[in-house]
């Protein structure tokens, strides 16, 4: 098995409707752990055995990731731009991570965060933001 790189790692939200293309996120410097959780729920009973808490499996909650990114190319602030009408939107949308070796994560989510970085004198202007994972998201591996 080889070793997966972040390097060459790529976050994209899949077109849809009338949109022309895939928009694939530039200047990205990070994109958070995908975690998925599952709830529980507790069914004790009078008469568990040695008075101790019984659960079963819940539902699955896939959580929210951070990604950032730098303001360094003409694209970049189309990120802003469109970025914002996502948020402002609310709309669930398709995305993908692609992994260096060409494994994908696709999985639907909406925009939950935006904004725009610390103003510094020694930094570049950046953005960060946050997707909410609506359902599971699919892992495919590369054959």
């Given amino acids: ?3 997966v790189k972040a390097m060459g790692t790529t976050l994209t939200k899949v077109k849809k409707g009338t949109e022309s293309s895939d928009w694939l996120i530039g200047s990205l ?3 958070g752990e995908i975690s998925i959780e599952v ?7 009078l008469d568990s055995p040695n008075g101790a808490k019984e659960f079963i499996s819940g539902d699955i909650t896939a959580g929210d990731f951070a990604l950032g990114g730098y ?11 469109k970025m914002m009408a996502l948020i402002q939107s609310g709309d669930t949308e398709k995305w993908k991570i692609t992994y260096s070796n060409g494994t994908k994560e696709e999985f639907d989510g909406f925009v939950k965060a ?3 970085t610390e103003a510094t004198t020694d930094g ?3 953005f960060e933001a946050t997707l909410k994972i609506s359902g599971l998201p699919a892992y495919s591996v590369v054959q």
């Fill in 39 to 45: 709830g529980e729920i507790d069914v004790t009973t």
């Fill in 114 to 116: 935006f904004k725009l």
């Fill in 29 to 31: 410097n990070k994109i």
């Fill in 1 to 3: 098995m080889s070793d």
């Fill in 71 to 81: 303001i360094k190319k003409q694209e970049d602030q189309q990120t802003v731009v």
């Fill in 124 to 126: 570049l202007l950046g």
